[in-house]
Nanobody, 123 residues
Framework: QVHLVESGGGLVQAGGSLRLSCEVS????????LAWYRQAPGNQRELVAS???????NYADSVKGRFTISRDSAQNTVYLQMNNLNPEDTGVYSC?????????????????WGQGTQVTVSS
């Protein structure tokens, strides 16, 4: 089992910044990727940014140049620094851990999610 707890959400004016944190605990081995997703009211959940165990990052086009994902392995925490926020960034931001591995019985894949944290950007 992997447990994820997000924090850092809140209300901010357009142009402002927030830093989200996701504390990861439990069985930490075989976590291949940590990612941030967001879901706005009436919309599907979408990938915002991800980072692999090797440090490779990936961003949605809408946040490139504004958001930065990073991970602190010693603290078992993944961060999302969000700058120059706009109202379209409003939503519930959730952290996801992708566990991938293999045993003699075959491959396994598990995804774990946090509860989410609300980000609201006012115009």
């Amino acid at each position: 089992q992997v447990h994820l707890v997000e924090s850092g959400g809140g209300l901010v004016q357009a142009g402002g910044s927030l830093r989200l944190s996701c504390e990861v605990s439990g069985r930490l081995f075989n976590i291949e990727t940590l990612a941030w997703y967001r879901q706005a009211p009436g919309n599907q959940r979408e990938l915002v940014a991800s980072i692999t165990s090797s440090g490779r990052t990936n961003y949605a086009d809408s946040v490139k140049g504004r958001f930065t994902i990073s991970r602190d392995s010693a603290q078992n925490t993944v961060y999302l620094q969000m700058n120059n926020l706009n109202p379209e960034d409003t939503g519930v931001y959730s952290c996801k851990a992708e566990v991938r591995g293999a045993t003699i019985e075959g491959k396994f894949e598990f995804d774990y999610w946090g509860q989410g944290t609300q980000v609201t950007v006012s115009s």
